[in-house]
């Protein structure tokens, strides 16, 4: 079964940094390229971040660049989202998903909640 | 900066057929934008629905289908049933790597 758990969620203050983790499981990771996505409260989806199957290349929505870093650790079934200089406007449900070939999005996680606040 | 606009609600009767469309400001939407359609429920994460325009997951059922409807993408629904009430989002892929969601249609089954 195909399984996307993401992990690393929970409360920071404007300017603070936080690292998504989304663990995978069910299938072959290093074959398959991924995406971060997040939810604002009662929102719309927001693309935010591409990587490929090697870890290269690399996209990011204008909202993110310069300030989150995607990567990814094939060993470990691992992708990450480093998250720096983060603003109220980044509170939001953070979900992975996965790809495979040419195609971006398949399966989902559950998402993780990051709450930016003062 | 383009936007994706798609309907911001929709009604359809159970039974019914219905259309939902993604357009793009910068222009028609084509083959080349890949185009995906996504259903999320409340409280879940999105399911992806429809991929490359109108290529299925093993888990789409046989009533949804995706096409080119003139200069939009479309996602039609025939013979809705109650469970497809939920939020529906197209996303396109521009050549540039930018990468935009629609802002959702919210489906209602009446």
């Known amino acids: 079964e195909v399984q996307l758990v993401e992990s690393g969620g929970g409360f920071v203050q404007p300017g603070g940094s936080l690292r998504l983790s989304c663990t995978a499981s069910?299938?072959?990771?290093?074959?398959?390229?991924m995406n971060w996505v997040r939810q604002a409260p009662g929102q719309g989806l927001e693309w935010l971040s591409y990587?490929?199957?090697?870890?290269?290349?690399?996209f990011y929505a204008d909202s993110v660049k310069g300030r989150f870093t995607i990567s990814r650790d094939n060993a470990k079934n691992s992708l990450f989202l480093e998250m720096n200089s983060l603003t109220v406007e980044d509170t939001a449900v953070y979900y992975c998903?996965?790809?495979?070939?040419?195609?971006?999005?398949?399966?989902w996680g559950q998402g993780t909640l990051v709450s930016v606040s003062s | 900066q383009a936007v994706v606009t798609q309907e911001p609600s929709l009604t359809v009767s159970p039974g019914g057929t219905v259309t939902l469309t993604c357009g793009s400001s910068?222009?028609?939407?084509?083959?080349?934008?890949?185009t995906y359609w996504f259903q999320q429920k409340p409280g879940q994460a999105p399911r992806t629905l429809i991929y490359?325009?109108?290529n299925k997951r093993p888990w789409t059922p046989a009533r949804f289908s995706g096409s080119l409807l003139g200069d939009k993408a479309a996602l039609t629904l025939s013979g809705a049933q109650p469970e497809d009430e939920a939020v529906y989002y197209c996303?396109?892929?521009?050549?540039?790597?930018?990468?935009?969601f629609g802002g959702g249609t919210r489906l209602t089954v009446l």
């Open positions: 998903a996965r790809g495979e070939g040419s195609s971006w999005f398949r399966d």
């Open positions: 069910g299938f072959t990771f290093s074959s398959c390229n």
């Open positions: 990587i490929s199957e090697s870890g290269s290349p690399t």
């Open positions: 910068t222009g028609a939407v084509t083959s080349n934008h890949y």
């Open positions: 490359d325009t109108s």
């Open positions: 996303f396109l892929s521009y050549s540039d790597a930018r990468w935009m």
